[in-house]
């Protein structure tokens, strides 16, 4: 069976074909850069496309309802308000006290430039290279931007277990961790592998096998098991941030809910809150108040859910930022609304902002790298200036 780049969702699935059981232990890398100075910046990607629109629902949009009439929630029915017009996921109720002390925003209707094909593989590359085309850069933004940020020239590189993730690839030294617990596969990556060895006798008699047994059972010890690993990957990073560590950055994957969302992305939205508050908890609190967190993905999900009470692959998302120095507490962006001609395609969150704007926002407000590198050499092609929204943050 030929494999399409849509296939390619991330590294991690690679290192699951290896084994037909579902609970192959998976690697999680965590990669490190030196530097010194006091502010720390941490990225979280979340790899399979989140959906923005379930994260942070815009019940007060007189359209949402109707395009999603079994995943649309209302604080009538169990959805968190935060403004009056936006409403969290009950499954991320964890974070609200992030959210409540300001430590925690939400920026919604967000991309990439990418459109078109709407590829996991070609999306991850755009998020990681910061380029504006597919294949545009072939290293990391946040590797280009250690050449802007002074840094420590002591430190070498290091490679465990698992090659560096794209986003800090590149000629500028810069360490990487493997976590040694057991991760689970996300329960997308076991739909994924369903769906492409469908016609596969021998394959899909083994993967029943592996998942046969009480699943309901077999659920929750998967989930444990994916959150200990989740644990353990946020305070390795909050622990090395306590020493000479200043940028981190790791990947939460399970965002691609093609089919019974619901309980799918409950299950990976926990991963993310446990992500976010050990994180906190392991820097500590002075610490905290220098870092800034940018969890973002590599496209969002349809507005319409499909047939199979889930969401397809879409274009704006939401982009979130944590950190004790922020001014959150608020949901931000320019609401592009879901009436009658608003949609991208008839069919996507229509983006109103850059995801490369934000994270060059946090560079230089946490690096004071300035606008100059930032457009030429971390982001190319990129309009900004110390005049940008999101340095209000």
């Not at 994924?192 to 469908?198: E, G, I, S, T, V």
Request: glycine share 10%; proline share 4%.
């Amino acid at each position: 069976m030929a494999f399409s780049q849509d296939m390619l969702i991330s590294r991690r699935s690679f290192l699951a074909t290896a084994c037909c059981a579902a609970a192959l232990p998976v690697f999680s890398p965590v990669s490190f850069a030196a530097m010194p100075g006091e502010n720390r910046f941490v990225t979280i990607v979340l790899r399979g496309a989140m959906d923005g629109l379930d994260l942070v629902q815009p019940y007060g949009d007189a359209a949402f309802a109707g395009f999603r009439p079994t995943l649309a929630l209302t604080p009538d029915t169990g959805l968190i308000d935060l403004d009056g017009h936006f409403g969290l996921n009950p499954a991320a109720q964890p974070l609200m006290p992030l959210f409540q002390a300001k430590e925690l925003a939400f920026i919604h209707a967000v991309s990439t430039p990418y459109r078109d094909q709407r590829s996991h593989f070609d999306g991850q590359d755009m998020l990681e290279s910061g380029a504006e085309h597919v294949h545009g850069e072939r290293t990391g933004w946040l590797n280009r931007a250690l050449s802007s940020i002074p840094r420590s020239q002591e430190r070498k590189a290091i490679d465990i277990n698992t090659s560096m993730e794209l986003i800090l690839a590149g000629p500028n030294e810069a360490d990487v961790w493997a976590s040694t617990s057991d991760m689970t596969m996300a329960a997308d990556d076991v739909a994924f592998f369903k769906r492409l060895y469908a016609n596969d006798a021998d394959f899909s008699r083994v993967l029943a096998e592996a998942l046969r047994t009480d699943m309901s059972a077999e659920q929750l010890f998967q989930d444990e098991k994916r959150g200990q690993g989740i644990r353990d990957v946020a305070k390795l990073a909050g622990g090395l941030l306590r020493e000479d560590y200043r940028i981190a950055s790791f990947s939460i994957d399970g965002w691609d809910t093609h089919a019974g969302q619901k309980g799918q992305f409950a299950r990976t939205v926990k991963d993310l809150t446990i992500a976010l508050t050990t994180l906190k908890d392991a820097l500590g609190p002075e610490v905290w108040k220098k870092t800034v967190v940018l969890a973002m993905t590599e496209f969002g999900r349809t507005v319409r859910e499909n047939g199979t009470a889930g969401t397809d692959h879409g274009t704006g998302g939401v982009s979130i930022l944590a950190g004790g120095g922020i001014d959150g507490g608020r949901v931000l962006g320019k609401w592009p609304g879901l009436g009658d001609g608003k949609l991208l395609d008839d069919r996507d969150l229509m983006p109103t902002g850059d995801v490369r704007e934000l994270a060059a926002a946090m560079l230089y407000r946490q690096f004071d790298v300035g606008s100059e590198a930032l457009t030429n050499g971390v982001f190319p092609g990129l309009s900004f200036d110390r005049s940008s929204a999101y340095l209000k943050v």
